[in-house]
């Protein structure tokens, strides 16, 4: 049985987190830190957990943690991560953190969105935790980037595409959609339910989404050649699930290709990544508490381009579910262990 903890379990990540481990034969919780409820049980906070999970919310040092589990999740926000991670490491421990801080493996660049970066030595030692595409990385891995949730969705949805030189690189426009979980679990004002509620906006327009880079460096991965896309995020007045429609103008050998056949190779073998047949689109509430991710395309012959759209929900494929399944292959347990469980519809 492994010792698992959470390091930052009072947020929506954290306690989606929770509510997986808590069926996870493999795992024991045995530590979850928060400040806010420090001093009170998991189950108590979240009454989802009644019955499911006993484990009390504390405010540790990081030295406090050490003893306590062997494998920890650091679900708390970037630079607040960067300060902690490097000492689980030093003690033997392995780690998935699910903030931005060790994604990009350029520490410029990192440093343009973000902040300084106090530990770029790990940068390079990270491994993206994208299974579909670093599967065999994660799995000898101490340290894994958990991926952001817009770049899951829409990496899956165009390196099929990227990798077969199938589509321009320098023609790619992302909208993505968000349910509103999807910023945290922090009060704000423009999260209030008659802020969202009945209404649809676009935010972070111009290409300022901290997202980008993430999305581009892996893009750019995949199409062996540097990647520019013009990224636009949108909040929807639902709680979880992303819907992402990626557009991007066919090469000539994209115009002739069997792009159905395509993904069907592409992803046959993964068991969170879901085809949709010819005709049929992606819905957010068909993945929907899941760690599934659903693909779609359309051809549009009048302008020579195509559309595809993916679907995750983000607190699931996107945050605590893909956490799990790194968690899964760095620890040599079946990868499914724990998420294979469907949507919840409706």
């Known amino acids: 049985m492994l010792d698992v903890g959470i390091i930052g379990a009072s947020g929506y990540t954290g306690v989606e987190l929770a509510r997986i481990l808590a069926v996870h034969p493999e795992v024991r919780l045995t530590v979850a830190t928060s400040r806010q409820y420090a001093g009170r049980k998991m189950a108590e906070v979240f009454p989802s957990l009644a019955k499911r999970l006993d484990v009390l919310c504390e405010n540790l040092t990081v030295d406090e943690l050490l003893p306590r589990a062997d494998f920890f999740f650091a679900a708390v926000p970037h630079k607040t991560a960067m300060d902690i991670v490097p000492k689980l490491l030093a003690a033997g421990k392995k780690v998935v953190d699910l903030s931005a801080d060790y994604r990009l493996h350029d520490q410029r660049v990192y440093e343009e969105w973000y902040q300084p970066h106090s530990s770029p030595e790990f940068l390079a030692e990270a491994v993206y935790g994208l299974p579909e595409l670093y599967r ?3 799995r000898t891995a101490r340290l894994v980037a958990n991926p952001g949730c817009y770049p899951t969705s829409v990496i899956l949805a165009l390196t099929p595409l990227l990798r077969e030189d199938l589509i321009e690189p320098g023609t790619l426009v992302i909208d993505s959609k968000s349910g509103t979980s999807g ?5 704000s004002v423009a999260n209030l339910y008659c802020e969202v509620a009945d209404s649809f906006r676009a935010y972070k327009v111009g290409g300022k989404h901290r997202h980008t880079p993430e999305i581009e460096q892996e893009l750019s991965l995949a199409a062996g050649a540097p990647v520019r896309v013009t990224f636009t995020p949108h909040l929807l007045p639902i709680s979880r ?5 990626s557009y991007a103008t066919l090469t000539p050998r994209g115009a002739k290709a069997d ?10 073998d993964e068991p ?21 991710c659903d693909i779609a395309f359309a051809l549009d012959h009048r302008t020579g381009r195509i559309i595809v759209t993916s679907a ?3 607190i699931g494929k996107g945050a605590s579910g893909q956490a799990v399944q790194n968690m899964n292959l760095m620890q040599g347990f079946a990868e499914g262990t724990a998420l294979m469980g469907p949507a919840c519809f409706p």
């Not at 910023?183 to 009060?187: D, E, F, L, N």
């Open 136 to 138: 065999d990385q994660i």
């Open 259 to 268: 792009i159905f056949a395509l993904y069907e190779a592409a992803y046959k």
């Open 241 to 245: 699930g992303i819907l992402s429609t």
């Open 312 to 314: 995750i929900d983000n």
């Open 272 to 292: 969170f990544v879901r085809v949709l047949a010819p005709g049929e689109q992606p819905a957010t509430h068909n993945v929907r508490a899941s760690n599934c």
């Open 183 to 187: 910023a945290g679990r922090s009060a």
